[in-house]
């Protein structure tokens, strides 16, 4: 049981490349997430995934795109990187069967850097 | 202002001391909430459920206010191990999902 994986761990972009970030996860939840998170500041949700098949916006989606490929995987796509976007990613994953019971299982993190 | 809270710290410590973490969320829908523990260069984990009767989990003991709209943690005996990140989260239904996470409280104990 690996719980929440992510790749890649480290990159290096160049302003204007594009990357996609993969997550997945393997305790059969129904909501996934994607986060940054920049010093001094707390995690800022990027894009959240209620059930498969369904996507939404979350506090800084600009930028960036997702893919609910399954149940399993959450992909999120920078198509043209910025030095903004220069952050520590995390992906999360929850199971929302129980109301008021959001507790949130996260990935090792991706940390970006944007030249 | 923001909507969740949180001195940065740092706090420094000796072991076996006692400290508290207090964390203000603006926003009245807010309706469950959470301790993470993040520590460095790593993902945060669930410490704690806040719950309004108040919960406790061996050192750590968890407190909502929603009359005055705020959380806290107190750890009791620090350890070492204590020394981490500590991240209030809350989470509010407004129309949609939102989940709002602090900045984070930096607690250093020392020998």
């Known amino acids: 049981n690996a719980g929440v994986t992510q790749t890649p761990k480290f990159q290096v972009l160049k302003t204007g490349q594009s990357m996609t970030l993969q997550c997945a996860q393997d305790m059969n939840h129904n909501s996934m997430y994607w986060y940054r998170q920049d010093p001094g500041m707390g995690l800022r949700l990027i894009y959240y995934?209620?059930?498969?098949?369904?996507?939404d916006k979350g506090e800084v989606p600009n930028g960036y795109n997702v893919s609910r490929l399954n149940k399993r995987e959450f992909s999120l796509r920078l198509e043209s990187a910025a030095p903004s976007q220069t952050s520590v990613y995390f992906c999360?994953?929850?199971?929302?069967?129980?109301?008021?019971?959001?507790?949130?299982?996260f990935g090792p993190g991706t940390r970006l850097t944007v030249t | 202002r923001k909507e969740v809270e949180q001195d940065p710290g740092p706090f420094n410590v000796p072991e076996g001391a006692t400290v508290a973490f207090n964390c203000t969320y603006s926003?009245?829908?807010?309706?469950?909430f959470f301790w993470y523990r993040q520590d460095c260069r790593k993902e945060p984990k669930l410490l704690m459920s806040?719950?309004?009767s108040g919960n406790e989990d061996g050192r750590f003991t968890a407190q909502l206010n929603r009359a005055s709209q705020y959380i806290s943690l107190l750890i009791r005996d620090s350890k070492l191990s204590d020394s981490a990140t500590y991240l209030c989260?809350?989470?509010?239904?407004?129309?949609?999902?939102?989940?709002?996470f602090g900045a984070g409280t930096r607690l250093f104990v020392k020998a």
């Open positions: 806040v719950y309004s």
């Open positions: 999360a994953s929850s199971d929302e069967d129980r109301v008021f019971s959001f507790e949130q299982y």
């Open positions: 989260v809350v989470n509010m239904r407004t129309g949609g999902f939102k989940t709002i």
């Open positions: 995934s209620a059930s498969e098949g369904t996507t």
């Open positions: 926003n009245s829908a807010s309706q469950s």
